[in-house]
């Protein structure tokens, strides 16, 4: 019996030693992957942050001699190392860490890593604090007869909700680090049929060049990566010459339609057009709108579809596991500075 009331008395002080454990591994790792080039880790908060692994050390030990000591300690170590993650995250710059684990497998694949290690030190960090803060509580404090101060599952769950929320936040939309600066093409049109949890997109670019690109993927939602094959080649001059017609379309740029938000219904359609024009809007006809584009849209990306050139393909991923990929995604705006553009008036438009 005495064992068995032992045991009982150990398992939170065990189980708080093991977060605290995971959490200054974690960081340590991070700092090693990353090296002392690429990231701003010399500022006070990457100080703190690389102090972290000790601190959390420290408290590994003494959970079990000064258990109160050590639980303060592992909380102090989460909020001496936390200020670094947000700094880095929100304030650098940078694109967020959650871009990298998106795109074809081979970009950015050296980041990769780094992503997760990133994102792992977060929901540790999240996981100690809430497990100091949990083993502080007085023990008359209870829960199902039980003191709250014994409890691990509220770790667990403060930790995965921080880490859903940051997804929620910089995952949405999807895009792939970094910024681009090339031609724009003259025209984009999507097209989306959504049956269930899957969606078959077809998409095709006219450059001003005479240059197409056809590209399709047929993806599920809860599936992290997809396949996407394209085709390229040049068009003929005679659908050039409509092309270029419907790319300069006055009626098309002066027309206004709902925002291009992702098809939610069970069974849905849509099309998804934008002209080269920088200040021309995206145009979103859909089932759930109760809208149908014009029938040159239509006849235009059916002839660019049957059009022969070389193909290839790749897989691409989606962190959000298909919900963040969305129509604006699908039309080529893959990075930040594509989402965003000055409109004539002033303000700035984001799709």
Same mark, same amino acid.
């Given at each position: ?147 709250? &101060?014994?409890? %691990?599952?509220?770790? !667990?769950?403060?930790?995965? +909700?921080?880490? $859903?929320?940051? =997804?929620? @936040? /910089? ?56 396949? &996407?094959?394209? %085709?390229?080649?040049? !068009?003929?001059?005679?659908? +050039?010459?409509? $092309?270029?017609? =419907?790319? @300069? /379309? ?102």
């Amino acid at each position: 019996m005495g064992a068995v009331q032992q045991s009982t008395r150990l398992r939170p002080v065990r189980s708080a030693a093991a977060v605290f454990l995971c959490a200054g591994l974690s960081i340590a790792f991070l700092f090693l992957r990353m090296g002392l080039g690429g990231f701003p880790i010399w500022a006070w908060p990457g100080i703190m942050a690389m102090a972290g692994p000790i601190i959390f050390l420290c408290a590994c030990v003494l959970v079990f001699f000064r258990p109160t000591l050590g639980y303060v300690l592992g909380g102090i170590a989460g909020v001496v190392a936390l200020p670094w993650f947000v700094l880095t995250e929100s304030s650098s710059g940078l694109p967020s860490i959650w871009t990298y684990l998106n795109g074809p497998y081979d970009f950015g694949i050296n980041y990769r890593p780094y992503a997760t290690l990133k994102i792992l030190s977060v929901a540790l960090i999240a996981a100690a604090v809430t497990c100091s803060f949990l083993r502080l509580l007085p023990s008359g404090l209870l829960l199902r007869n039980s003191p709250l &101060s014994h409890r %691990t599952w509220p770790t !667990i769950a403060v930790s995965v +909700l921080v880490v $859903a929320l940051w =997804l929620h @936040h /910089s995952a949405m939309p999807w895009m792939l680090p970094g910024i681009v600066d090339a031609v724009s093409p003259e025209l984009r049109i999507l097209h989306v049929e959504k049956r269930g949890l899957q969606f078959h997109e077809t998409s095709a670019f006219f450059f001003r060049n005479g240059r197409f690109s056809v590209d399709h993927n047929d993806r599920r939602l809860l599936e992290y990566r997809f396949q &996407s094959r394209w %085709t390229v080649g040049r !068009i003929p001059p005679i659908i +050039l010459d409509r $092309a270029n017609a =419907l790319a @300069h /379309s006055t009626a098309l740029r002066n027309l206004r339609t709902a925002p291009p938000i992702a098809l939610r219904s069970w069974n849905a359609e849509g099309w998804y057009v934008v002209l080269g024009n920088r200040d021309s809007p995206l145009l979103a006809f859909t089932t759930e709108y109760g809208t149908n584009p014009p029938s040159e849209i239509r006849d235009m990306l059916a002839q660019i579809e049957k059009l022969p050139g070389p193909q290839e393909s790749s897989a691409f991923q989606d962190v959000c596991l298909g919900f963040c990929y969305d129509p604006v995604s699908g039309l080529g705006f893959t990075y930040s500075n594509e989402r965003c553009h000055g409109m004539p008036d002033g303000t700035t438009q984001c799709l």
